[in-house]
C-alpha cells in the first residue's frame, strides 16, 4: 500500500466524514448512540450531520475543521477528528458547541426524547478537560484496514502540539481494536469509569468509559 | 419591566431543567458552575426558552450563549416591550 498523504477535511469531504462518526459512534457494535438516545434513525442522523458539518462551527467533534483525512492514492481511507478543548471564539466546552448543533438541526420531537432517554445515561456521560488536545472520532474504512492508518493519522493531529501538551482520548470499555491503536499512538489509560445504570445499554455500547492520555 | 419578565421566566426554566429548586440566577453562572447542566439539559434549556418567550435563535445566536447573562442579551434582543405585555398577560 502506498504511504498515507494527510490533508484537512474540506466541505468536499462531507459525506465521507458523516459516513465516519456514524461508524465511529458504534464503537464496534450495533448500538448507535446518537440515534439511540435521540430516537433517530441512521439515515435521518445522516442528513443531519451533513447539515452540521456544512455550517463549519470550529471546537468539537462536528465541526469539519476537526477532521484530518488520510488519503491513498487520491482516495478518502481514514479520517480522525482532533481539537484543543475550549479554544473557540467564545471559549464553550465542544460539549455545549455539539448540543446547540443538534438543537438547531434536530426536530423538537427529537430532543425531547433524549431529554426523557437522558437519565438512563447520566451517570456514565465523562467530561472533557479544557485546554487539552481531544482525539475523537477515529475510521478507517474497511478495504484499508490493517495497515496502522488510524495510529498514522492521530499521529498526525498530535505532531503540530508543543512537548508537555496533554491529549486525551475516550472510549468505550469494549472497543479493543480502538484502544490497541490509542496504545500503539503512545496513549495509555490513566481512569476508568462504569456506569451503574444497566437501562444505559439500550442506548450505548457499554457501560465503562475508558479516559487515554498522553503528554506530548 | 421586560430584564425582570425575562429573568422570572429564565429562573423557572432553569430550576425545573436542571432541578435545581433553589437556583439563583447569576450573569455569569455557566454550564461550569451546575454539574448537570449537561449537553442534553443544554438542549432543553434552549428548547424551553424559544417555547416561553415564543422566538427561534439562529445557530449564531445561540453559539453567543456562555452564560445566563449572555441568554438574558439574547432574548431582549429578540422581543420587544409589546410582546413582554401580551406574553405575561
Redesign the interface.
Known sequence: MNHPVFRKATIADIDFIAEAIINAEKSGTTILPLCS?FEISEDELGTVLKNILM?E?EGCEFSLSSFIVAEIEGKQAATVAGWIEGKN?????S??????????FLP?FN??A??AN?AAI?DT?TERTAGTFQIEYVYVKPEYRGNALAVKTIKEHLKGLETGFKAEVQTFGNNITAIRSYEEAGFAITSVHTGKNKEALRFLPDLTKLLMTKTI | MKDKYIREKLTAIFRQTLNQPELILKENLS??DIS?W???????L??KTEQEFRIK?S?KE?????TVGDLVKLIDEKISDDQVSSLSS
Open positions: 438516545i455550517e462551527t471564539e467564545m471559549n464553550l466546552p460539549s455545549i458547541i455539539k448540543a446547540n448543533l443538534l438543537n438547531y423538537a430532543i425531547n433524549a431529554s437522558s447520566a456521560l | 454550564s461550569a448537570n449537561d449537553s442534553i439539559n443544554h438542549m432543553q434552549i428548547a435563535f445557530l445561540i453559539m453567543r450563549f456562555r
